[in-house]
């Protein structure tokens, strides 16, 4: 999401949301998020799971290190202890090389998701051992661009819903995709700007 397909987005939201167009002309556009699509996404997603930013950065920039090329091959044909040594748990080792399997079978076509609809690609996504429906939907939003989704199961995107809409507490997800639907087909950047509101709203 660029810069202008933000402020094309939050203009839509603020004629059909009052708290977000409140919060809009206090906190101004969320800034662009835009993250590479292919391998390396998928492997970086299995290499962040439940770590800091930073300490992911690290681990991912040793697992590159280890391996000739980026690329599924590479991966199944370096050792696990290598790959231990650059920081990865053994249950991280068996998802990556359990997706970088898929991806060398045919039984999970990274690049045949940006021909998919929304719902068959997160499905796709998810088909894959260590992937959840959060990852998919990261996935769409930020490395194919998509732009009418919402991760309901960011904890800090229903926090933010439910501060937005002055809510004694925050959303089941359930309730957050309904309070959220009326934002739809801009969905996307009203998430980004969920999280921009998460970081900068009062509590």
Known sequence: MNTHHIATGMRALSQVDREL????????PPPPRIRPKGFEAFLSTIVSQQISTEVARVILTRVK????????DALLATKDQALREAGLSSRKIEYAKGMAEAVVSGSFDIHGLDGMSDDDAIASIMAVRGFGRWSA?????????RQDIFPADDL??????????????KPTAKQARELVAHWSPWRSVGSLFLWHYYRGAPT
């Open 21 to 28: 167009e409140q919060a809009f002309a206090e906190m101004g």
């Open 65 to 72: 290190e280890c391996l000739p090329e980026m690329s599924a």
């Open 137 to 145: 939907e990261i996935y769409l939003m930020f490395s194919l661009q």
């Open 156 to 169: 800090a995107l229903r926090v933010a819903l439910g501060r937005l809409k002055n809510l004694p507490d």
